[in-house]
Structure formats: C-alpha cells, structure tokens
C-alpha cells in the first residue's frame, strides 16, 4: 500500500503542466491595425486655388494675405497675420470687401489704418503675382492640343466643270479632303478616290495627275493648293 502512493503523486504532478498549457485561439492583436495612418482628407471644390501672399513687416505688427481663386476670380481673402490692435480689426473686413469688388490689389486705404493697409496691399499683390506666374506655367488645354480646323479652295472652272476641294486640318495635318464640286464625269468619279488618297499621303497638293482625268486633276490641285495657303494664312 505504501509503494502505490508515490505512483499516483507522479501520476498527478504529470498531469500538471497539461493542465496549465493553453492553446492559441487563433486570433491576432488589432494594435497595429488601429495605429494605421488615416488617408488624408481634402476639402474644397476641384477648380479652386489658394495663394499665399509674403509675410510683411510693420510698425503694427506682421501682415500676410491667403486668397483663393475660382478660375480666375478672387473668391475669398484671409489674414493669416495680422497686429493685435482695434484699428486692423477694424479694417480687416473693408480691405477684404474691397478686395473681391476690385478683383485686385488697386485698392484704397482704410482711414485710422493706413499702416496696415500697405502691408495689406503689398502681400496681396505678391500672392496675385503668385497665381499669374502658376497661370503662365500651365499652357491652355487649346494650346496643347490644336483645334480642328476646315478650309475651302476657291471653285476652280475647267472644260469638264467646277471643281471644288475642302480640307480638314487637325494641327498641320490633312485628316480629311472632301469635294464640293466635281464634273459629272466617270472618269471623275474614279479619279477622286485617287486625288484623295494621295493628298492624304503627300499631305499637299505636289501629287501626281490621274490618268484619264488630267483637268479635273489640275483643278483639284489649284484649289487644294488654295486650301492649304488659306488655312496658313
């Protein structure tokens, strides 16, 4: 009976760190995830633009001007700095007025404020010089991409009938030739596919005469010549 007890104490003390294992669960800290940077927010529409003026040095104190733009008008005006006196609070709001009523920096002194008027005036004319310099920077949409352009030759009388070429140009390059008018001939009508085609290829009147339609082909260069002296004129 004795010998049985040490047995079932190294049966229990066995059993004891069985007991005090615990298994993983399976789910994972949410720490690193709440940490995470937010995406950065903006405010405002698309067309809007902000300038901020330099900041200017006074007797008073510092004066510096943020305007916005829509598009090219003056929307909103702020003072970023500005002296701590009654006189500037004062003025502030005139300034301001004047400013969108005048869409610029041609603007008059606040009486009792003189001083901070100019300071006022000076960082408002550096951030609408700002906004210029940003303008000048960003060729137009027009300018980048050149606008379609479509120019008609004088009529050209030949022995067979008028004839009459109108050109299409996107930027320096014949896209499209279309005939006005034609002689009512078969040997036309087969001729000014051809006429066509090689305009486009040559991308000028120094193409060759068709066979079989030598007038109408001589009118077709002289008033498609026209064409192209018209539309760089």
Known sequence: MKRAIPVLLLSVAGLIPIWRYEPSTGTTSTTEAASAPSAPSSSGSSGSTTFTGTTVAT??????????YDGDKITAVKMLK??????TTAAVPKLVAETLAAQGADIDTVSGATITSDGYRESLQAAI???AAAASASPSASAAAPASQTVAGP??????????VQVTFDGDEI???E????PNHPQTTAAV???VAETLAAQSADIDTV???????DGYRESLQAAIDAKGA
């Not at 009529?155 to 009459?164: L, N």
């Not at 005939?179 to 034609?182: A, C, E, I, N, S």
């Open 59 to 68: 007797e008073k104190g510092d004066v510096q001007v943020r305007i916005s």
């Open 175 to 177: 896209t499209a030739v």
């Open 129 to 131: 010089d700002a906004e």
């Open 82 to 87: 500005q002296p701590n006196h009654p006189q």
């Open 179 to 182: 005939m006005l008018k034609q």
């Open 211 to 217: 066979s079989g339609a030598t007038i109408t082909s």
């Open 155 to 164: 009529t050209v009388a030949t022995e067979k009938g008028d004839v009459q």
């Open 193 to 195: 596919p051809k006429l």
